[in-house]
């Protein structure tokens, strides 16, 4: 299949970009596939409502069929009519962040089929705040169905190379809107049981999520790298975001880290291994390896965030066989930026 590849401009969507979003919403209405930017990360997208569209995108992302999509909406009339109930608990998150970044997960009624849902009688839904991505849905019929638009286990794409590398002759259109705004994807909050429970960190933090819910449980598994729990987000389980070289990652004061990364790369680079190494502005002339990048100013989680993946798909062009990362602050927007490192790393992590 030939992929189109089409460029809009989020700031100035003027009568060229309506036209090619028409044509892209009727692709998605006839069951064909439209990589688009979200302010999150870049989602490939089908018909939510179709079975055959949910399927092609299982297929063009090499994603385990138990994985589920997320359905994204532009109204809250959307969500009333897929979801059995909504609860009060959505209408107070859906006012203070949506559109945003955060993923709600109802029941779900006969409208959203299983192969949207991976199976389970629940769905998750978002609305997006890209106006990219919120045309599209309006052109689409009012559900698109999108993982991240990457090859399943890659780093989520946060530019359009990014789907075009991974996706290009297996879909229908690649809709180019430059450089996503988050760089990590949506925060997803699980609305079924007593207490909300987040079951991915994202942009949305705990606290943020607290203030207007009172209270809400995390699911084990995101905290606790060595808990045996099954996570409860079934994408959760399998090793994501993962570039191909080995990575670990090395926590503790900022100069032994540095001595132990560099003592590491010689190591590696006498055994003929090309090593990769992931630290900040301050710290990436403090080492030596073949490719060394820095994610930004340790203070500024919002661009680690935003420059996480696109470094580890970078890592991938240069061919590095092992790579060594700095860890960062845990809390706040660094719980989701450790979370997709360690996911990243195979929880490979040493503290030194
Ligand atoms: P992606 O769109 O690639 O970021 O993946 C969507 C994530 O949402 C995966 O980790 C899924 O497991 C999770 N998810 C989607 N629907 C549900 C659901 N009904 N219950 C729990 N997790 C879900
Ligand atoms: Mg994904």
């Known amino acids: 299949m030939e992929t189109q590849i089409v460029q809009i401009d989020e700031q100035n ?32 997208g089908g018909d939510g409502l179709n079975p055959e569209s949910s399927k092609k995108i299982y297929a063009a992302k090499g994603r385990p069929s138990d994985n589920p999509l997320i359905v994204h909406v532009a109204d809250m009339e959307a969500v009333e009519k897929i979801v059995e109930e909504v609860p009060e608990a959505a209408y107070k998150l859906a006012k203070a962040f949506w559109p945003g970044p955060l993923t709600l997960i109802m029941k779900k009624n006969g409208k959203v089929p299983y192969e949207t849902t991976g199976g389970l009688d629940t769905v998750a ?7 990219i991505a919120m045309e599209l849905i309006k052109q689409s019929g009012g559900y698109i169905a999108a993982p991240s638009a990457n090859t399943s286990g890659r780093p989520s794409p946060t530019l359009a190379s990014h789907c075009i590398e991974d996706l290009s002759g297996k879909i229908e259109m690649i809709i180019d809107g430059g450089a996503v705004g988050i760089g990590l994807e949506s925060t997803i909050i699980d609305l079924t049981s007593d207490t909300p429970m987040i079951l991915r960190p994202g942009y949305i933090t705990p606290k943020m999520l607290s203030d207007v819910l009172g209270s809400v449980d995390i699911d084990r598994t995101i905290i606790d790298s060595t808990s045996t729990q ?7 389980k399998y090793r994501h975001y993962a570039p191909k070289g080995q990575l670990t990652i090395v926590e503790g004061s900022q100069d032994a880290v540095i001595a132990y990364i560099n003592a590491r790369s010689k190591e590696a680079a006498a055994k003929g291994q090309r090593v990769g190494i992931i630290g900040t502005d301050a710290t990436k002339g403090l080492y030596n390896a073949d490719v060394i990048k820095s994610v930004g100013k340790r203070e500024d989680e919002e661009t680690i965030a935003h420059e996480l993946f696109k470094v580890l798909r970078e890592f991938d062009e240069e061919n590095v066989d092992v790579m060594f990362s700095e860890s960062f602050d845990d809390s706040g927007l660094g719980q989701a930026i450790m979370n997709r490192l360690l996911k990243a790393a195979g929880h490979n992590k040493v503290v030194v």
Do not use: C, H, W
Not at 125 to 131: A, K, Q
């Open 13 to 44: 969507i003027d009568d060229r970009a309506k036209e090619i979003l028409a044509r892209a919403g009727s692709i998605i209405k006839q069951g064909g596939l439209v990589a688009f930017p979200t302010e999150t990360v870049y989602g490939l």
């Open 125 to 131: 839904i978002r609305m997006p705040s890209n106006r």
């Open 230 to 236: 099954k996570p409860k987000a079934p994408g959760m």
